[in-house]
């Protein structure tokens, strides 16, 4: 675990529960969002505005978001052409809140949000064209607990969800899928492209850029293929 990293997610996670802090709309990508409390904000950090930007969605076909929060990604690759969008959260409230932005934009008829624990709401044949997750990325001790929704969102004790997502990922993509995550320097990347091997997954580096937050910070959209 990287003390550095902790801090600054530990730091965000605890302006979140700052209700005055949290706004109930944001403004991204041009647009307006609703966002219901105790989900991540994407106008706290760039992290959203980035990955959503980079994607390379596949117009006409399945796109699945995993950990999709207030849904800014999963409506965006609606408006960009995705004709079939599912979008996956652990947090039920994260569900509500991108089935309400869908709504706002117009384009609830190919989002479809579930409640889901990783994987576990699909039926077994579900198969997409692009699978993305912008990842909890700070890893804590593997005793560590993720007590609320929120947690979620920053921490992953023990890589334990990555684990789940590089080993259960490849086996949703059609033939041709594609299989990216969001991720940072600040992550474990030794831990990461070690569970890649394991998973029997390169790893590369798709796009990245630096930011200078609290700490400086270079957010990475990583490539998974087998």
């Not at 991204?28 to 409390?37: A, D, H, S, T």
């Not at 207030?70 to 960009?80: D, E, I, L, P």
């Amino acid at each position: 675990m990287d003390t550095k990293s902790s801090d600054r997610a530990l730091s965000l996670y605890q302006r979140h529960l700052d209700t005055g802090a949290v706004p109930d709309r944001f403004s991204l990508l041009g647009q307006e969002w609703e966002l219901l409390g105790g989900v991540f904000s994407p106008s706290f950090t760039p992290v959203t505005e980035l990955f959503t930007t980079w994607l390379p969605y596949p117009v006409g076909g399945s796109f699945l978001e995993m950990g999709s929060g207030a849904g800014v990604t999963a409506v965006t690759a609606a408006q960009k052409g995705c004709a079939a969008v599912t979008a996956l959260d652990i947090s039920a409230t994260a569900v509500a809140n991108t089935g309400r932005n869908a709504e706002l934009h117009g384009v609830a008829d190919r989002v479809r949000a579930l409640r889901s624990d990783m994987f576990d709401a699909l039926g077994p044949d579900e198969r997409f064209d692009l699978i993305f997750w912008n990842s909890n990325f700070v890893e804590m001790d593997t005793d560590f607990v993720n007590a609320t929704d929120l947690h979620h969102a920053f921490f992953d004790p023990g890589y334990r969800a990555h684990r789940r997502y590089l080993a259960e990922a490849p086996g949703r993509l059609t033939d041709g899928g594609r299989l990216l995550l969001g991720f940072a320097d600040i992550g474990n990347t030794a831990k990461l492209r070690t569970l890649g091997a394991e998973a029997g997954l390169t790893i590369d580096v798709l796009r990245a850029e630096r930011r200078e937050l609290e700490i400086p910070i270079e957010f990475q959209l990583l490539e998974l293929r087998r």
